[in-house]
């Protein structure tokens, strides 16, 4: 195009912006004004992508990490043909796959955004896969807002980038210097963020972000550079092209002023349908993911019942050999691979092992980004230390994203270190996430099924492993369905049922055998699959019993306890319950003193049922 | 101290590490030796601090960011004369004051660490106290690990920290080389760092770590650097002084082998007492609070009942009259003081707000700085984006710390921006932190209560705002207890108990209606109080009701269901509940439509009820 008319396919986006929020009578056209330009530009001269095959494999990769300048990106997908006029009024309306920030509704949006700082780091994901992995040509572009600059996960993602070299990644930042409530903080000191991303090892082209032939050569410049990925830091003023909004305070995130006025300056309506580059044919497919099917057993580890072996052991090995079947699998750490067992994965798969230092968000982005390029990825750390990365969890969900997370050192169990290294909170976490599957073994067989199994799930799938030695109670070819669970004891005349996963299925076999020879026989059901939950075998054990209690090795709330108290929250008649869970804050203590000032261990158990047993008699 | 004490200092330091550790079966102490001669040259020459008065307002600020190097931290207070050799003895046991890391039950320790990232960010919170709030000479030294630099958090802070020219702070980092698993992103790449700090505009001093000559001087230079933080960024060797272990793999986080031949190579055990420098007298003692006690309704906004208000502008009025009535209340936000409503308080308190850009990590550590040097501060953003700051909230209660966290725009009551800026997670998140405190109001005069409420509290206290305009129910002069509830539809012959709170007040007391109607008279519960919950009034609910419905505009899982199961997990008979909350993903639509859709408006309720009763009529 010449420049006049990547200008005016400027002000078209611009216009279908503001008409859009308009209609909606919500929504962000100043934020959208301020990139047209850049988008103007990307779409007619630099991107490649087959619209009508979104799944094409070299496709390049957009990510609008300002998730709410979604006007503007549905506005380009009107000029590339891709939507249509009649849905584009759609916008932000029941049932609409325009929302109010982007999602995978539309098959040309591979990550939801809206939660301002995950573009970027998704998308080092996403440009991995292309240099590391897929070896393909594509491109990952991402558009940012400068206020996002100031999220701790942008700077993870920068440092990130380069040091994987990823000279596939454009970062153009839209500085319109105009955050929700005010200048930010660096306003149009291009030069404060070029300074920073230099450091880190970018390389950096700053622009006048409404000059369409300055942005063209700076696209280019970013395609032709090698090493290392380039930000382009793109001058633009806030509501640009029309003059009661342009670089003006209090209009974020509003429709305009009459906007019928503003459509007619900046040109009114237009219909300039742009012919997006192909992306290259012949270009070798992704590989397909090995032959052997998600959850078969074919290499899994396997142990001895009454050996004893950390589950978090058991799940560095299993996630080895489904490693080893599965091509696409990939492990992702947060430096902590030592502690984690994902060691194993890295010296037998170091290609496909991707280290993130100390980064959980970027860890978890990273893992997105693979996901959406059609990998299966792995992330692990310790199970506190993914509270870090909560808000990356909750918008995988958002964007349907296909992600296993494994946390190890769940709860007090882990012994001497202390509060700040237990997982206390992460049940509580992972339940409430949209969609998810929560897993927590007590044993490595158990473990080594589970972990095969989470490759072949939607969403987000947690599995929680434990730190110290546990005794292994399964065969290894022993089968545990996701949404099942296992009654390790059972009697006929059982007074109560125990519910307990982890570690604390072994406190309970303890209560349960020290009850037994007092006389009060009590079920065991080892809740494996937290969520969902084995519904049929709790309300068979209610109506059996009468009396459920649940022993976990985490905080009250959100946890086991709720996993149980949520099936019997179906109007139905509920059995009695108890919940033993920390209610205290630990110190330091060995694991078995833990468990004990817990309160959750074999004595607690017992001295509980006892009490529910003469509780019911009265 | 001439130099060769330093150095004898430094190997009193190490060899305590390595005893404590060897005696304890665990913790770090190769990480600890390290860091030793920098904490010796801090401890002897540069710290000014109390160690018979920790609340000694003008007393610097240590935070071991490396919580794992706590013998280094624990052999220090050995040298200061605090702690003694028998409390020493006890690091890592059950009831020791000595945790694996550091937490406040120590009188000297202002904030847990452990979790990575975390110290500088939080020191920020403190040297912002110093510099802009208390105006008292101490300086905050924060002793960092290299590969916590990875982390995001850091450059949030370090960002934050440039910003506000706190240069009371000085930054340490023990740059060994090691991580957790093997060698950091840059080994002993001192520059890399370097170019980062600076571009962030921070005073940078490169030096041996292991040279006490040096590091006093680069000590001295950052006291005397102005307008600027200082990050002295020291090379060291982990292990340092022990042959066999310097420098080394696979000792991260290990007990030294042959620690008795460690402690002699290290020189013996050492029992030098440092005589630690007093801080300044006759400074100015920190403000006290206001005059009007926490709680008081004095200056408190009052809304009259019919008036539509939504809680989060209630929320913002009410803080900035809290912030009139008691002078240590701070508000901080991450840009988005306009839709939180922080904005009021902002203008009336220019002094005591701090912004915190889109940085929600920074703004949770900020709090809990602010809230170890006795203020009272209230961060605020959307409440699905204070999952964002996750592992902040965690440790912030294993800190202890008394923080005011405030989330606007929950559930699908927002409406069109969908499900990116819904809050649904945070009731899950923040009930499970220990100690929490979770409040939920549905109207103006409500909101107003409980804000002043909040700040007398302890611990981590939540506040959920709505973004839309919600009825007034209550007069102004209504009081609401933290842990009760409000019943507000009541019959003798009530056939089931609504339990709403925020939004879904006002669809159940429309569902109310509507089955009053039919001839199905309803309980209504206003549930405010989420943490702690008002078990009698749910107890009397469930006797009198037989059945509960619970409708929340939040996930099923962890939230207000949750917080009405656990009431009844006592071993005694339940009630039978229905839980109503959001099950699908929700897009774009009008708040009433969003409600509709997820099964949360008035019409779902009164159809669930219909149900109920049916059932156990039947």
Known sequence: MRPDELTALGQQLRADAVRVSDRA?????????????????????????????????????LVLSKGHASPLLYALYRA???VDEDELLTYRTLGSRLEGHPTPRLPWVDVATGSLGQGLPVAV??????????RLPYRVYVLSGDSEMAEGSVWEAVEHAAYEHLDNLTLVVDVNRLGQRGPTRHG???????????????????????????????????????????AILARTRKGRGAEAAEDREGLHGKPLKDAEAVVAELGGVRHARVAVQAPP????????????????????????????VATRTAYGHALEAVGSALGRVVALDAEVGDSTRTGFFAKAHPDRYVECYIAEQQMVAAAVGLAARGYVPYAS???AFLTRAHDFVRMAAVSRAGVNLVGSHAGVAIGPDGPSQMGLEDLAMLRAVHGSTVLYPCDAN?????????????GIRYLRTTRGDLPVLYGADEEFPVGGSKVLRRHDDDRVTLVAAGA????????????EREGVPVRVVDLYSVKPVDADTLREAAAQTGCLLTVEDHHPEGGIGDAVAEVFADGGPAPRTVRLAVRSMPGSATPEEQLHEAGIDADAIAAAVRLMVERVIA
């Not at 409404?210 to 063209?216: G, K, R, T, W, Y």
């Not at 604390?504 to 209560?511: P, Q, R, S």
């Open 504 to 515: 604390t299925v072994h406190e309970a076999l303890k209560a349960a055998d020290l009850l």
């Open 281 to 308: 044919d012949g270009e070798p497919p992704a590989p397909a993911p090995g032959s052997v099917p998600p959850g078969s057993v074919a290499g899994l580890p396997r142990y001895e019942v009454g050996d004893t």
């Open 188 to 230: 149009h000191d291009l030069d404060a963020y070029a300074r920073r991303l230099h450091a880190f090892g970018w390389h950096v082209v700053e622009v006048d972000g409404h000059d369409v032939e300055a942005l063209d050569t700076a696209f280019a410049e970013a395609r032709s550079t090698t090493g290392r990925p380039t």
């Open 446 to 458: 158990q473990t080594a099924r589970l972990v095969a199994a989470m490759a072949g799930l939607d």
């Open 80 to 82: 590339a043909g891709a």
């Open 25 to 61: 009578g919500s929504g962000h056209p100043t934020s959208s004004m301020s990139a047209a330009d850049i988008a103007a530009v990307l779409l007619a001269h630099h991107l490649r992508y087959d619209f009508d095959r979104p799944d094409h494999p070299a496709n390049d990769r």
């Open 381 to 383: 750390t310790f199970a």
């Open 125 to 134: 994901g996403m440009a991995l896969a292309g240099q590391r992995l897929d």
